[in-house]
């Protein structure tokens, strides 16, 4: 068991943890698609929890009517040293320990979510052909850095905005960096996560209902990541996203907002983590 973390007499609030994983077998094949897994893991440790608090955020979260957001993001997991099979989709670990940021701005997710991953203390990221079995060694908290008005993000995990089909499209569209709608689009969606959180009182300490953030995308090239969930299932969809670098203008509690949420869609699938560019 991960020895047990010290949160007794500390007042929960928004975190971001790190969690150190071992090798617990001599498999060593990661699936190049693994968000799925760690999302339902981080899931599973809620429930461990709580169960019915766990079951409330994975199947409805806060919000009303189609805007529900569930308030927690991930980034991807350090497994360097690794070689990366093209033709497999699979990563070979070559080391023994790995690492995963996981962001909550709901203090009650956060507190249960450190119960739980006392109780589940172990994870198998992958599918029925690869996988990977982990022991969680010890969880640390990343302490959030000093928020301005006016703030660089680097994107750790795919930043994810689209628009609805339009006449002659089956799909809704992913939308690029480079395209005139991403940023409005990406500001919206800010703006009503932080409106939703604003009204069922979630750890908001000042409130901007009128706030108009500013936002410039700093990466002349943004690079896609095309990211497919629940592979091998008849649920499988293909997700796209960017990497790039932005500045965003916003008062200091949005900052810290963004801080613990990320930035764009999807973000309990691990899309959108940010960090802070110095």
């Not at 997710?109 to 589940?120: H, P, Q, R, T, W």
């Not at 982990?134 to 302490?143: S, Y």
């Not at 750790?156 to 089956?170: D, L, N, T």
């Not at 960096?177 to 959180?197: C, H, M, S, T, W």
Request: net charge neutral; aromatic share 12%; with cysteine.
């Amino acid at each position: 068991m991960v020895s047990e973390f010290i949160f007794n007499n500390i007042n929960i609030d928004p975190m971001r943890l790190q969690i150190i994983f071992s090798l617990k077998s001599n498999k060593n094949f990661l699936p190049a698609n693994y968000q799925h897994h760690i999302s339902s893991w981080i899931y599973k440790c809620i429930s461990a929890g709580d169960k019915e608090f766990a079951g409330f955020l994975h199947q409805k979260g806060y919000g009303e009517r189609n805007k529900h957001f569930k308030f927690f993001t991930f980034g991807p997991l350090d497994i360097r040293p690794y070689h990366f099979h093209k033709t497999r989709g699979v990563f070979e670990l070559y080391g023994n320990q790995l690492s995963l940021q996981v962001s909550f701005f709901v203090p009650e997710a956060a507190e249960l979510f450190i119960k739980g991953i006392n109780v589940v203390n172990e994870a198998y990221f992958g599918d029925k052909i690869n996988g990977i079995q982990l022991g969680v060694d010890e969880l640390r908290i990343v302490p959030e850095p000093l928020m301005l008005n006016t703030m660089t993000y680097k994107l750790v995990s795919p930043c994810c905005i689209s628009r609805p089909a339009q006449e002659g499209e089956k799909h809704s569209q992913y939308l690029s960096p480079q395209d005139r709608e991403f940023v409005p689009r990406l500001i919206d969606n800010l703006k009503i996560k932080y409106g939703v959180a604003q009204n069922v009182l979630i750890h908001i300490e000042e409130e901007h209902p009128d706030f108009e953030p500013k936002v410039r995308v700093l990466t002349s090239q943004p690079k896609s990541k095309l990211i497919t969930i629940k592979t091998l299932t008849k649920h499988e969809i293909s997700v796209r996203g960017w990497l790039f670098e932005c500045q965003i203008t916003a008062p200091l509690d949005v900052q810290s907002f963004i801080w613990n949420v990320g930035l764009g869609e999807k973000g309990s699938m691990g899309f959108g983590m940010v960090d802070v560019k110095p």
